[in-house]
């Protein structure tokens, strides 16, 4: 069975600092990724997502994030925090193969950025 | 209208009431789902309906009834709720399809309280 692992549920930065959220994956075949962002009191908008084309994916908000087979990681990063950018993170993950509507979300990571 | 939306956004109720949510999409998708997320749980899923089929019912108990009218409508019907049903109950669309294609479009949610 597939399942997402964020480590950290609360991260907190000072503005303009790195932004590092981890995702880790548990998959026998690798599946597509994918960031979702969630601000208070709306659902949830899509970051950017990992479709086996290129490693390194670039999203909106000036977020990206690396698949990196090897650690079975995704995890996403920002090089400069925004105080904008202060909401609560969710990896998700489905399988590779074939058609697939079943995402499996991990718990999410709040981010807090400070002055 | 744009994208996913969901009514009510708050819904407080009774163990004995009957009440229901609504989910429209309007982005000519043929996938919609629910989700349920409390409070430090990841999302989990409860339905995926599939050109108005239901594909998935993740052992939901019969108090929550799904119903899908058209490919653009979605209801929740709730019944004999418990206090821990109290959740954000988020409704999703996607045009379903091979994997890499299917980001998921969330609704802002309902915030719902059983008292």
């Known amino acids: 069975a597939q399942s997402v692992t964020q480590l950290g549920s609360h991260v907190s930065v000072s503005e303009g600092a790195l932004v590092l959220l981890r995702c880790n994956y548990s998959?026998?075949?690798?599946?597509?990724l994918f960031w979702y962002v969630q601000y208070p009191n709306q659902g949830l908008q899509l970051l950017l997502k990992y479709t086996s084309a290129a490693t390194l994916v670039k999203g909106i908000n000036g977020f990206e994030a690396e698949f990196k087979k090897s650690e079975t990681s995704f995890h996403l990063t920002k090089p400069s925090a925004h105080m904008s950018d202060a909401a609560e993170y969710f990896c998700a993950a489905t399988p590779g193969t074939g058609t697939a509507s079943k995402l499996t979300f991990g718990t999410g990571t709040r981010l807090q950025v400070t002055l | 209208e744009t994208g996913v939306t969901q009514t009510p956004r708050h819904l407080v109720m009774g163990m004995t009431n009957k009440k229901s949510l609504k989910c429209e999409q309007h982005?000519?998708?043929?996938?919609m789902y629910w989700y349920k997320q409390s409070a430090k749980k990841p999302l989990e899923l409860m339905f995926v309906?599939?050109?108005?089929?239901?594909?998935e019912n993740n052992s939901v108990p019969s108090r929550f009834s799904p119903e899908c009218p058209n490919s653009s409508h979605l209801f929740l019907h709730l019944h004999t709720l418990q206090p821990e049903d109290s959740a954000l109950y988020l409704c999703?669309?996607?045009?379903?399809?091979?994997?890499?294609?299917?980001?998921?479009?969330f609704g802002p949610g309902t915030r719902l309280t059983v008292l």
């Open positions: 998959s026998s075949v690798p599946p597509y």
């Open positions: 309906y599939n050109f108005k089929e239901q594909t």
């Open positions: 999703a669309s996607s045009l379903e399809g091979l994997a890499e294609d299917n980001e998921q479009f």
């Open positions: 982005l000519g998708h043929n996938a």
